[in-house]
């Protein structure tokens, strides 16, 4: 008795419970359904808050963009406007002293290596003949030779250019011989000054080491006696006899020749031939 009183009892419950899910069944729907449109306008919420952000983002960087682009162009306008202005000599001394001031914080080896290597590539792009181990030896004498007389290894290297197109044997019709065209009837005294035995010209002047070393010697006494750089150059070509008479007769000098030579130094540093004639002005 008591346990068919309990599995009736059990039934009842059981009944019962049912009867409650069937009574509740619309809620627990309505409210699962509440989650999920809670769920979706949150997620909505989020996506248009993240699109907006984007959207702000995405204008952000094309002001951004803008800014830059304006700024480019006024640094281009502040540019043209400022190649347009020509500076005194006096402001152009100005600048020379400080880039010499700045220069002098670059190693004498970096130096060196930077105008050794300048000369290898010149002289391999213009004679092919000359082998390698002679190209590094004559660049190397052109800038120990060019330091010790105080010249730009650059400028040393545009002579020789225009002189004899870097061919060690080259000999003009006046009777200039090798790499410098140093004229024969100069060179034993220029040779002896400076402790090079003398051999006959085409021994001794068409050894590139020793045409250098007499060439650049000879420049510098130029440029000693005359006092200035560019008249040195002319007087190299013409003659320091015929550039003195012109001199003294208050006669123009002719400026074909270092203009040749200045225009290639300017090329090879990437100046204009009037910024170089310029430096050169500044510096005698």
Do not use: H
């Amino acid at each position: 008795m008591p346990n068919g009183k309990t599995k009736g009892e059990k039934t009842v419950m059981l009944n019962s419970f049912k009867e409650n899910i069937n009574k509740n069944l619309g809620l627990i729907f309505i409210i699962f359904m509440c989650i999920i449109i809670i769920l979706f306008i949150t997620l909505q919420i989020n996506m248009n808050n993240l699109s907006t952000q984007t959207e702000k983002y995405v204008e952000n960087i094309n002001l951004n963009n803008e800014k830059i682009v304006s700024r480019v162009e006024d640094l281009s306008n502040e540019v043209k406007k400022y190649s347009q202005v020509k500076i005194s000599r006096d402001q152009f001394t100005e600048i020379y002293m400080q880039l010499q001031e700045l220069t002098g914080m670059i190693s004498n080896e970096v130096k060196r290596e930077f105008y050794i290597t300048k000369a290898v590539g010149i002289i391999s792009k213009n004679n092919s003949t000359i082998d390698s181990k002679s190209i590094y030896e004559i660049s190397k004498t052109i800038y120990e030779e060019a330091v010790r007389y105080n010249f730009n290894p650059l400028l040393i290297t545009a002579i020789i250019k225009i002189e004899s197109n870097f061919d060690p044997e080259a000999v003009s019709d006046s009777y200039a011989y090798g790499l410098f065209q140093v004229r024969r009837f100069i060179a034993p005294e220029l040779a002896e000054n400076i402790g090079i035995k003398w051999e006959g010209a085409e021994k001794t002047l068409f050894d590139p080491i020793k045409n250098i070393k007499i060439g650049v010697y000879y420049l510098s006494v130029l440029n000693r006696n005359f006092d200035d750089l560019k008249t040195a150059i002319i007087a190299y070509n013409q003659g320091p006899y015929n550039i003195q008479e012109r001199l003294t007769n208050n006669q123009e000098l002719p400026d074909n020749y270092v203009n040749k030579v200045l225009d290639y130094y300017a090329n090879l540093r990437g100046f204009s031939l009037e910024e170089v004639q310029n430096e050169i002005k500044a510096t005698d």
